[in-house]
């Protein structure tokens, strides 16, 4: 099928709601037949997800955050990341955010890929990295409002239960993904 | 670091913005310091997708959809899957959606696990399903406003190029790790 039977054009949008972190808007497009429908979208920053890799005298581990998720209202065991800054590149703002979480700083940090966290609603790309040769730096550097342990964890392990508690966020398995094709 | 150092009490939430597809709520929440602090998260419906497998004379390939994405503004090439409706068995709604989306019926349907597609702001879960022993049953049933293009696409096309375009919906790696996992 040709991509003009697929495509949307789209028309205006307006905002209807905007929060710390995100904003709401109803966006108007014309559907390959030329019928116009409005769909509500979400627009916000673009953010990391690293892989952090250590070496240690019993295997290869990943360096983890386990932490509390207010839209799911539980406790996550993740890769760290978080939103970038405005204007910040894309390998500064991976490294500045698993240094803040984790207290450990990249001697290497490489693009897995990008892609859309949830491309039917959302407008944002999350950005994956792999990060090796880590140096621990001393302290974490916290918000007020995170409250973030550091785990390491054996590589095995988080690929056998991932998916499981308390491996549920389904953007950390779009990173071991990503991770298994850099590996292969 | 012990799990109360860690975990939120969630206090009261109210509705602030509602669409078709989710609603967005502004929720109280006191931290493990004690302090109070509002969040904003959607509620939407669980959905399902679905990794369909097909053993064809040039080896094994995935049934995916490639389909206009209304956050992103930009075609994607996905696993199918969809929104379950109210009270619905997560592998019924699975197989539904596979058989609207491609035609085909799974004779054999098994659940890969279950995450949230995002949980610092979403409540709901994406259950993901491995669907095997297809059959063609004629036409795709869609909506009025969807427009999907069925693909066989090798699979190791896909886990070669997941993360590149058109393989851009991050949600379609979480699936392809846990078939990967499934696999293993």
């Known amino acids: 099928m040709s991509d003009d039977k697929l495509v949307w054009n789209v028309q205006d949008s307006a905002e209807v709601y905007r929060s710390r972190v995100f904003r ?9 037949r030329g019928n116009s429908k409005t769909f509500t979208v979400i627009e916000a920053p673009d953010w990391a997800i690293v ?7 019993g295997g290869e581990h990943f360096v983890m955050v386990r932490q509390w998720r207010h839209g799911s209202r539980e406790l996550s065991l993740e890769f760290p990341g978080g939103v970038f800054e405005p204007g910040e590149d894309s ?46 730096t001393g302290n974490q550097d916290l918000d007020d409002d995170e409250f973030v342990a550091v785990e ?15 491996y549920v966020h389904a ?9 298994l094709q850099e590996r292969s």
């Open 91 to 136: 390998a500064v703002a991976a490294a500045r955010e698993l240094q803040e979480e984790t207290a450990y700083a990249p001697g290497k940090i490489r693009a897995l890929g990008k892609m859309s966290p949830n491309p039917a609603i959302m407008g944002n790309h999350v950005h994956f990295f792999l990060a090796e040769d880590l140096r621990h």
């Open 24 to 32: 709401v808007l109803e966006r108007r497009a014309s559907s390959p």
């Open 171 to 179: 953007l950390m398995a779009s990173a071991l993904a990503l991770y």
């Open 51 to 57: 892989v952090p890799v250590v070496n240690t005298p």
């Open 152 to 166: 390491l964890i054996p590589v095995e392990t988080v690929l056998r239960n991932m998916g499981k508690p308390p």
